[in-house]
């Protein structure tokens, strides 16, 4: 596979990434800005979330709402999204309508500040709070991409808070410190735009420089703390959280290389052997052989900075209390620590990746996305050639040497749910009590 990439940099510091591709008569816009809850400071936490609300409210030239209106008029598809590193913001549209998602794209970037006002910074603030009750405080599991961070990373981490923010932080979020954080994130500089699809490249850049070229540089964003971390947590971390749930739920989590790097690659694969799809060995021996679990999934979370996290997440079989599930769960890691994967599990690893990734590519915002990714994280959107070959050249022995550095009892994190009727309890090391087989 191979895609074709073309970059540019405009004169105040914009990253440009074009793909062309005839196949289909559509076209993605996909633009990153390298800002997530990790650039929050500490009282103002939900930050960047809360601002991927606000830039769907209307620009100098648009009013609010009318972004989606636009879009959604032109046959196009558009949303945005936050992470703990980078938020984003994409469109898929006829192609003749490339020039519109630029031009929202370049609106909202230049000239949101004009049209901020203190009624929609509190109608979003609003909208916020209530995603954070019915997606996380009142949704059984809800809080564990909340808590598991927070289990996972120092307390004076980036990593370490809440994607989301808590009530008290969005309460004291003012108009001022709004307009500070536009300043100082959502510059050309601190951006990458992606376009893929059906596009002729040199309108394109002309395009591209009509709508974005007048917009100023920032004047530079604060420096992130040290990320850096040990190799592992040093401890068996646990904590257990009551919950209006029917069924327990393990997340078992795992210091784990930076995303991107040559180690992170034998972790990937690790993380599909262990939970991708149905042949993957938490699935058949804990869901389909022994019938421990209901579900069973691994996952990375593709952190770049300081350090990644591998993931385990089991969800139990009625009848199956929580210290069992846990121990259950502990019992398998343990025996792939003592004995490895095979050859062939990590071939279907890799091959299940491999497939996935190529089969993705087909589509032009799953490229755009990727391309986005590989251009803010590495300054190089060519990586993403490279990904099937980085894949291909993991080995079975690079496989069992990640899980012999990091899949001990000294790098888990365990982040166990129960009904909230169950008793508590001290759910013991399932290193120390493993399920008798």
Same mark, same amino acid.
């Given at each position: ?110 000239? %949101?500040?004009?049209?901020?006002? @203190?009624? /929609?910074? !509190?109608?979003?603030? *609003?909208? &916020? $709070?209530?995603? #954070? ?95 850096? %971390?040990?190799?592992?947590?040093? @401890?068996? /971390?646990? !904590?257990?959280?009551? *919950?209006? &749930? $029917?069924?327990? #739920? ?188």
């Amino acid at each position: 596979m191979h895609i074709p990439i073309v970059t540019f940099r405009l004169p105040n510091g914009l990253f440009v990434t074009l793909s062309e591709d005839h196949t289909a008569p559509i076209v993605a816009v996909n633009l990153w800005y390298h800002v997530g809850s990790a650039n929050e400071r500490p009282g103002r936490t939900g930050f960047a979330h809360l601002f991927e609300h606000m830039l769907f409210q209307g620009s100098a030239d648009v009013e609010a709402n009318e972004h989606f209106e636009l879009v959604q008029r032109a046959g196009g598809t558009l949303n945005g999204s936050t992470w703990l590193e980078r938020t984003n913001y994409f469109e898929t549209l006829p192609s003749n309508q490339l020039e519109l998602a630029l031009w929202l794209e370049s609106n909202r970037m230049g000239r %949101l500040l004009p049209a901020m006002t @203190q009624q /929609k910074l !509190d109608t979003q603030r *609003d909208v &916020v $709070m209530n995603e #954070r009750r019915w997606s996380m405080d009142n949704q059984p599991y809800g809080t564990w991409m909340e808590k598991l961070p927070a289990l996972c990373f120092p307390e004076t981490h980036p990593f370490h808070h809440s994607l989301i923010g808590s009530m008290e932080d969005l309460a004291a979020a003012s108009l001022d410190d709004i307009a500070q954080f536009f300043a100082t994130y959502y510059t050309p500089d601190n951006a990458v735009l992606t376009i893929a699809g059906d596009f002729e490249p040199r309108e394109a850049r002309q395009m591209i420089e009509k709508h974005f070229a007048a917009i100023p540089r920032g004047k530079g964003k604060p420096p992130l703390p040290d990320m850096s %971390l040990p190799t592992v947590f040093g @401890q068996w /971390k646990r !904590d257990v959280v009551p *919950d209006d &749930v $029917m069924l327990p #739920r393990l997340f078992l989590a795992f210091r784990s290389p930076v995303f991107g790097s040559d180690e992170y690659y034998a972790a990937s694969v690790c993380g599909a052997a262990l939970g991708l799809r149905n042949g993957s060995r938490l699935r058949r021996r804990l869901v389909r052989e022994r019938q421990i679990a209901a579900e069973a999934a691994a996952f990375t979370y593709d952190l770049a900075k300081g350090a990644d996290l591998l993931v385990v997440d089991v969800m139990a079989r009625p009848g199956v209390a929580a210290e069992q599930l846990e121990q259950e769960v502990a019992y398998e890691i343990d025996q792939v620590v003592r004995d490895g994967f095979n050859a062939t599990e990590v071939e279907r690893a890799i091959a299940l990746i491999q497939t996935m990734f190529v089969s993705s590519m087909q589509e032009a915002g799953e490229r755009a996305d990727k391309l986005s990714l590989f251009a803010t994280y590495f300054g190089s959107p060519e990586r993403l050639n490279e990904e099937v070959d980085r894949y291909a050249s993991v080995s079975t022995d690079r496989v069992n040497a990640f899980v012999q550095e990091r899949l001990g009892e000294n790098n888990r994190a365990s982040l166990v749910y129960i009904p909230r009727d169950d008793a508590p309890g001290e759910l013991v090391g399932a290193g120390a009590a493993a399920a008798t087989q």
